[in-house]
């Protein structure tokens, strides 16, 4: 009777030396110092782009909300507003407004101050425009420089 594969002991095969590339010794790769530095520095990078966006978006003290936008002409067009700021404090509001195309037509600094005891207050302003708006916005409120 003569062996079959089934009866052969099974053992890794063998290839001749030289040939099919260099052979990896079994088991798992461990992370390299670079692999490590490069995790480091990115959750750096990471780190310093979300605190740069919640400076800029995300403070909680102010806050912004379009009532409504209205008199649309060609020359201007007035935005209502709510903010929220800080008791009795004040803040710096960006608007804008937009044509049809998106384009920007107008883009103004408005300062805010709350009345002492009060969060919240509500303004209309007028924005002056270089073409007929389509939308006003408030992009921001931050706290005054």
Request: net charge positive; hydrophobic share 35%; proline share 9%.
């Amino acid at each position: 009777m003569s062996e079959t594969h089934a009866t052969v002991a099974p053992e890794a095969p063998t290839f001749p030396p030289g040939r099919y590339g260099r052979r990896r010794q079994p088991g798992g790769r461990r992370p390299t110092v670079l692999a490590v530095v490069a995790l480091v520095v990115l959750l750096a990078v990471l780190s310093v782009i979300a605190l740069r966006l919640y400076r800029q978006y995300g403070d909680p003290n102010y806050d912004s909300q379009v009532i409504t936008y209205t008199d649309i002409t060609d020359k201007q067009v007035r935005v209502d507003f709510r903010v929220t700021v800080p008791t009795g404090g004040s803040a710096v509001c960006l608007l804008r407004a937009r044509d049809r195309d998106g384009n920007e037509v107008a883009r103004e600094q408005v300062t805010v101050t709350a009345p002492p005891g009060e969060r919240h207050v509500t303004v209309q302003h007028r924005l002056a425009t270089t073409g007929r708006p389509f939308i006003g916005e408030v992009l921001r409120c931050r706290p005054p420089a």
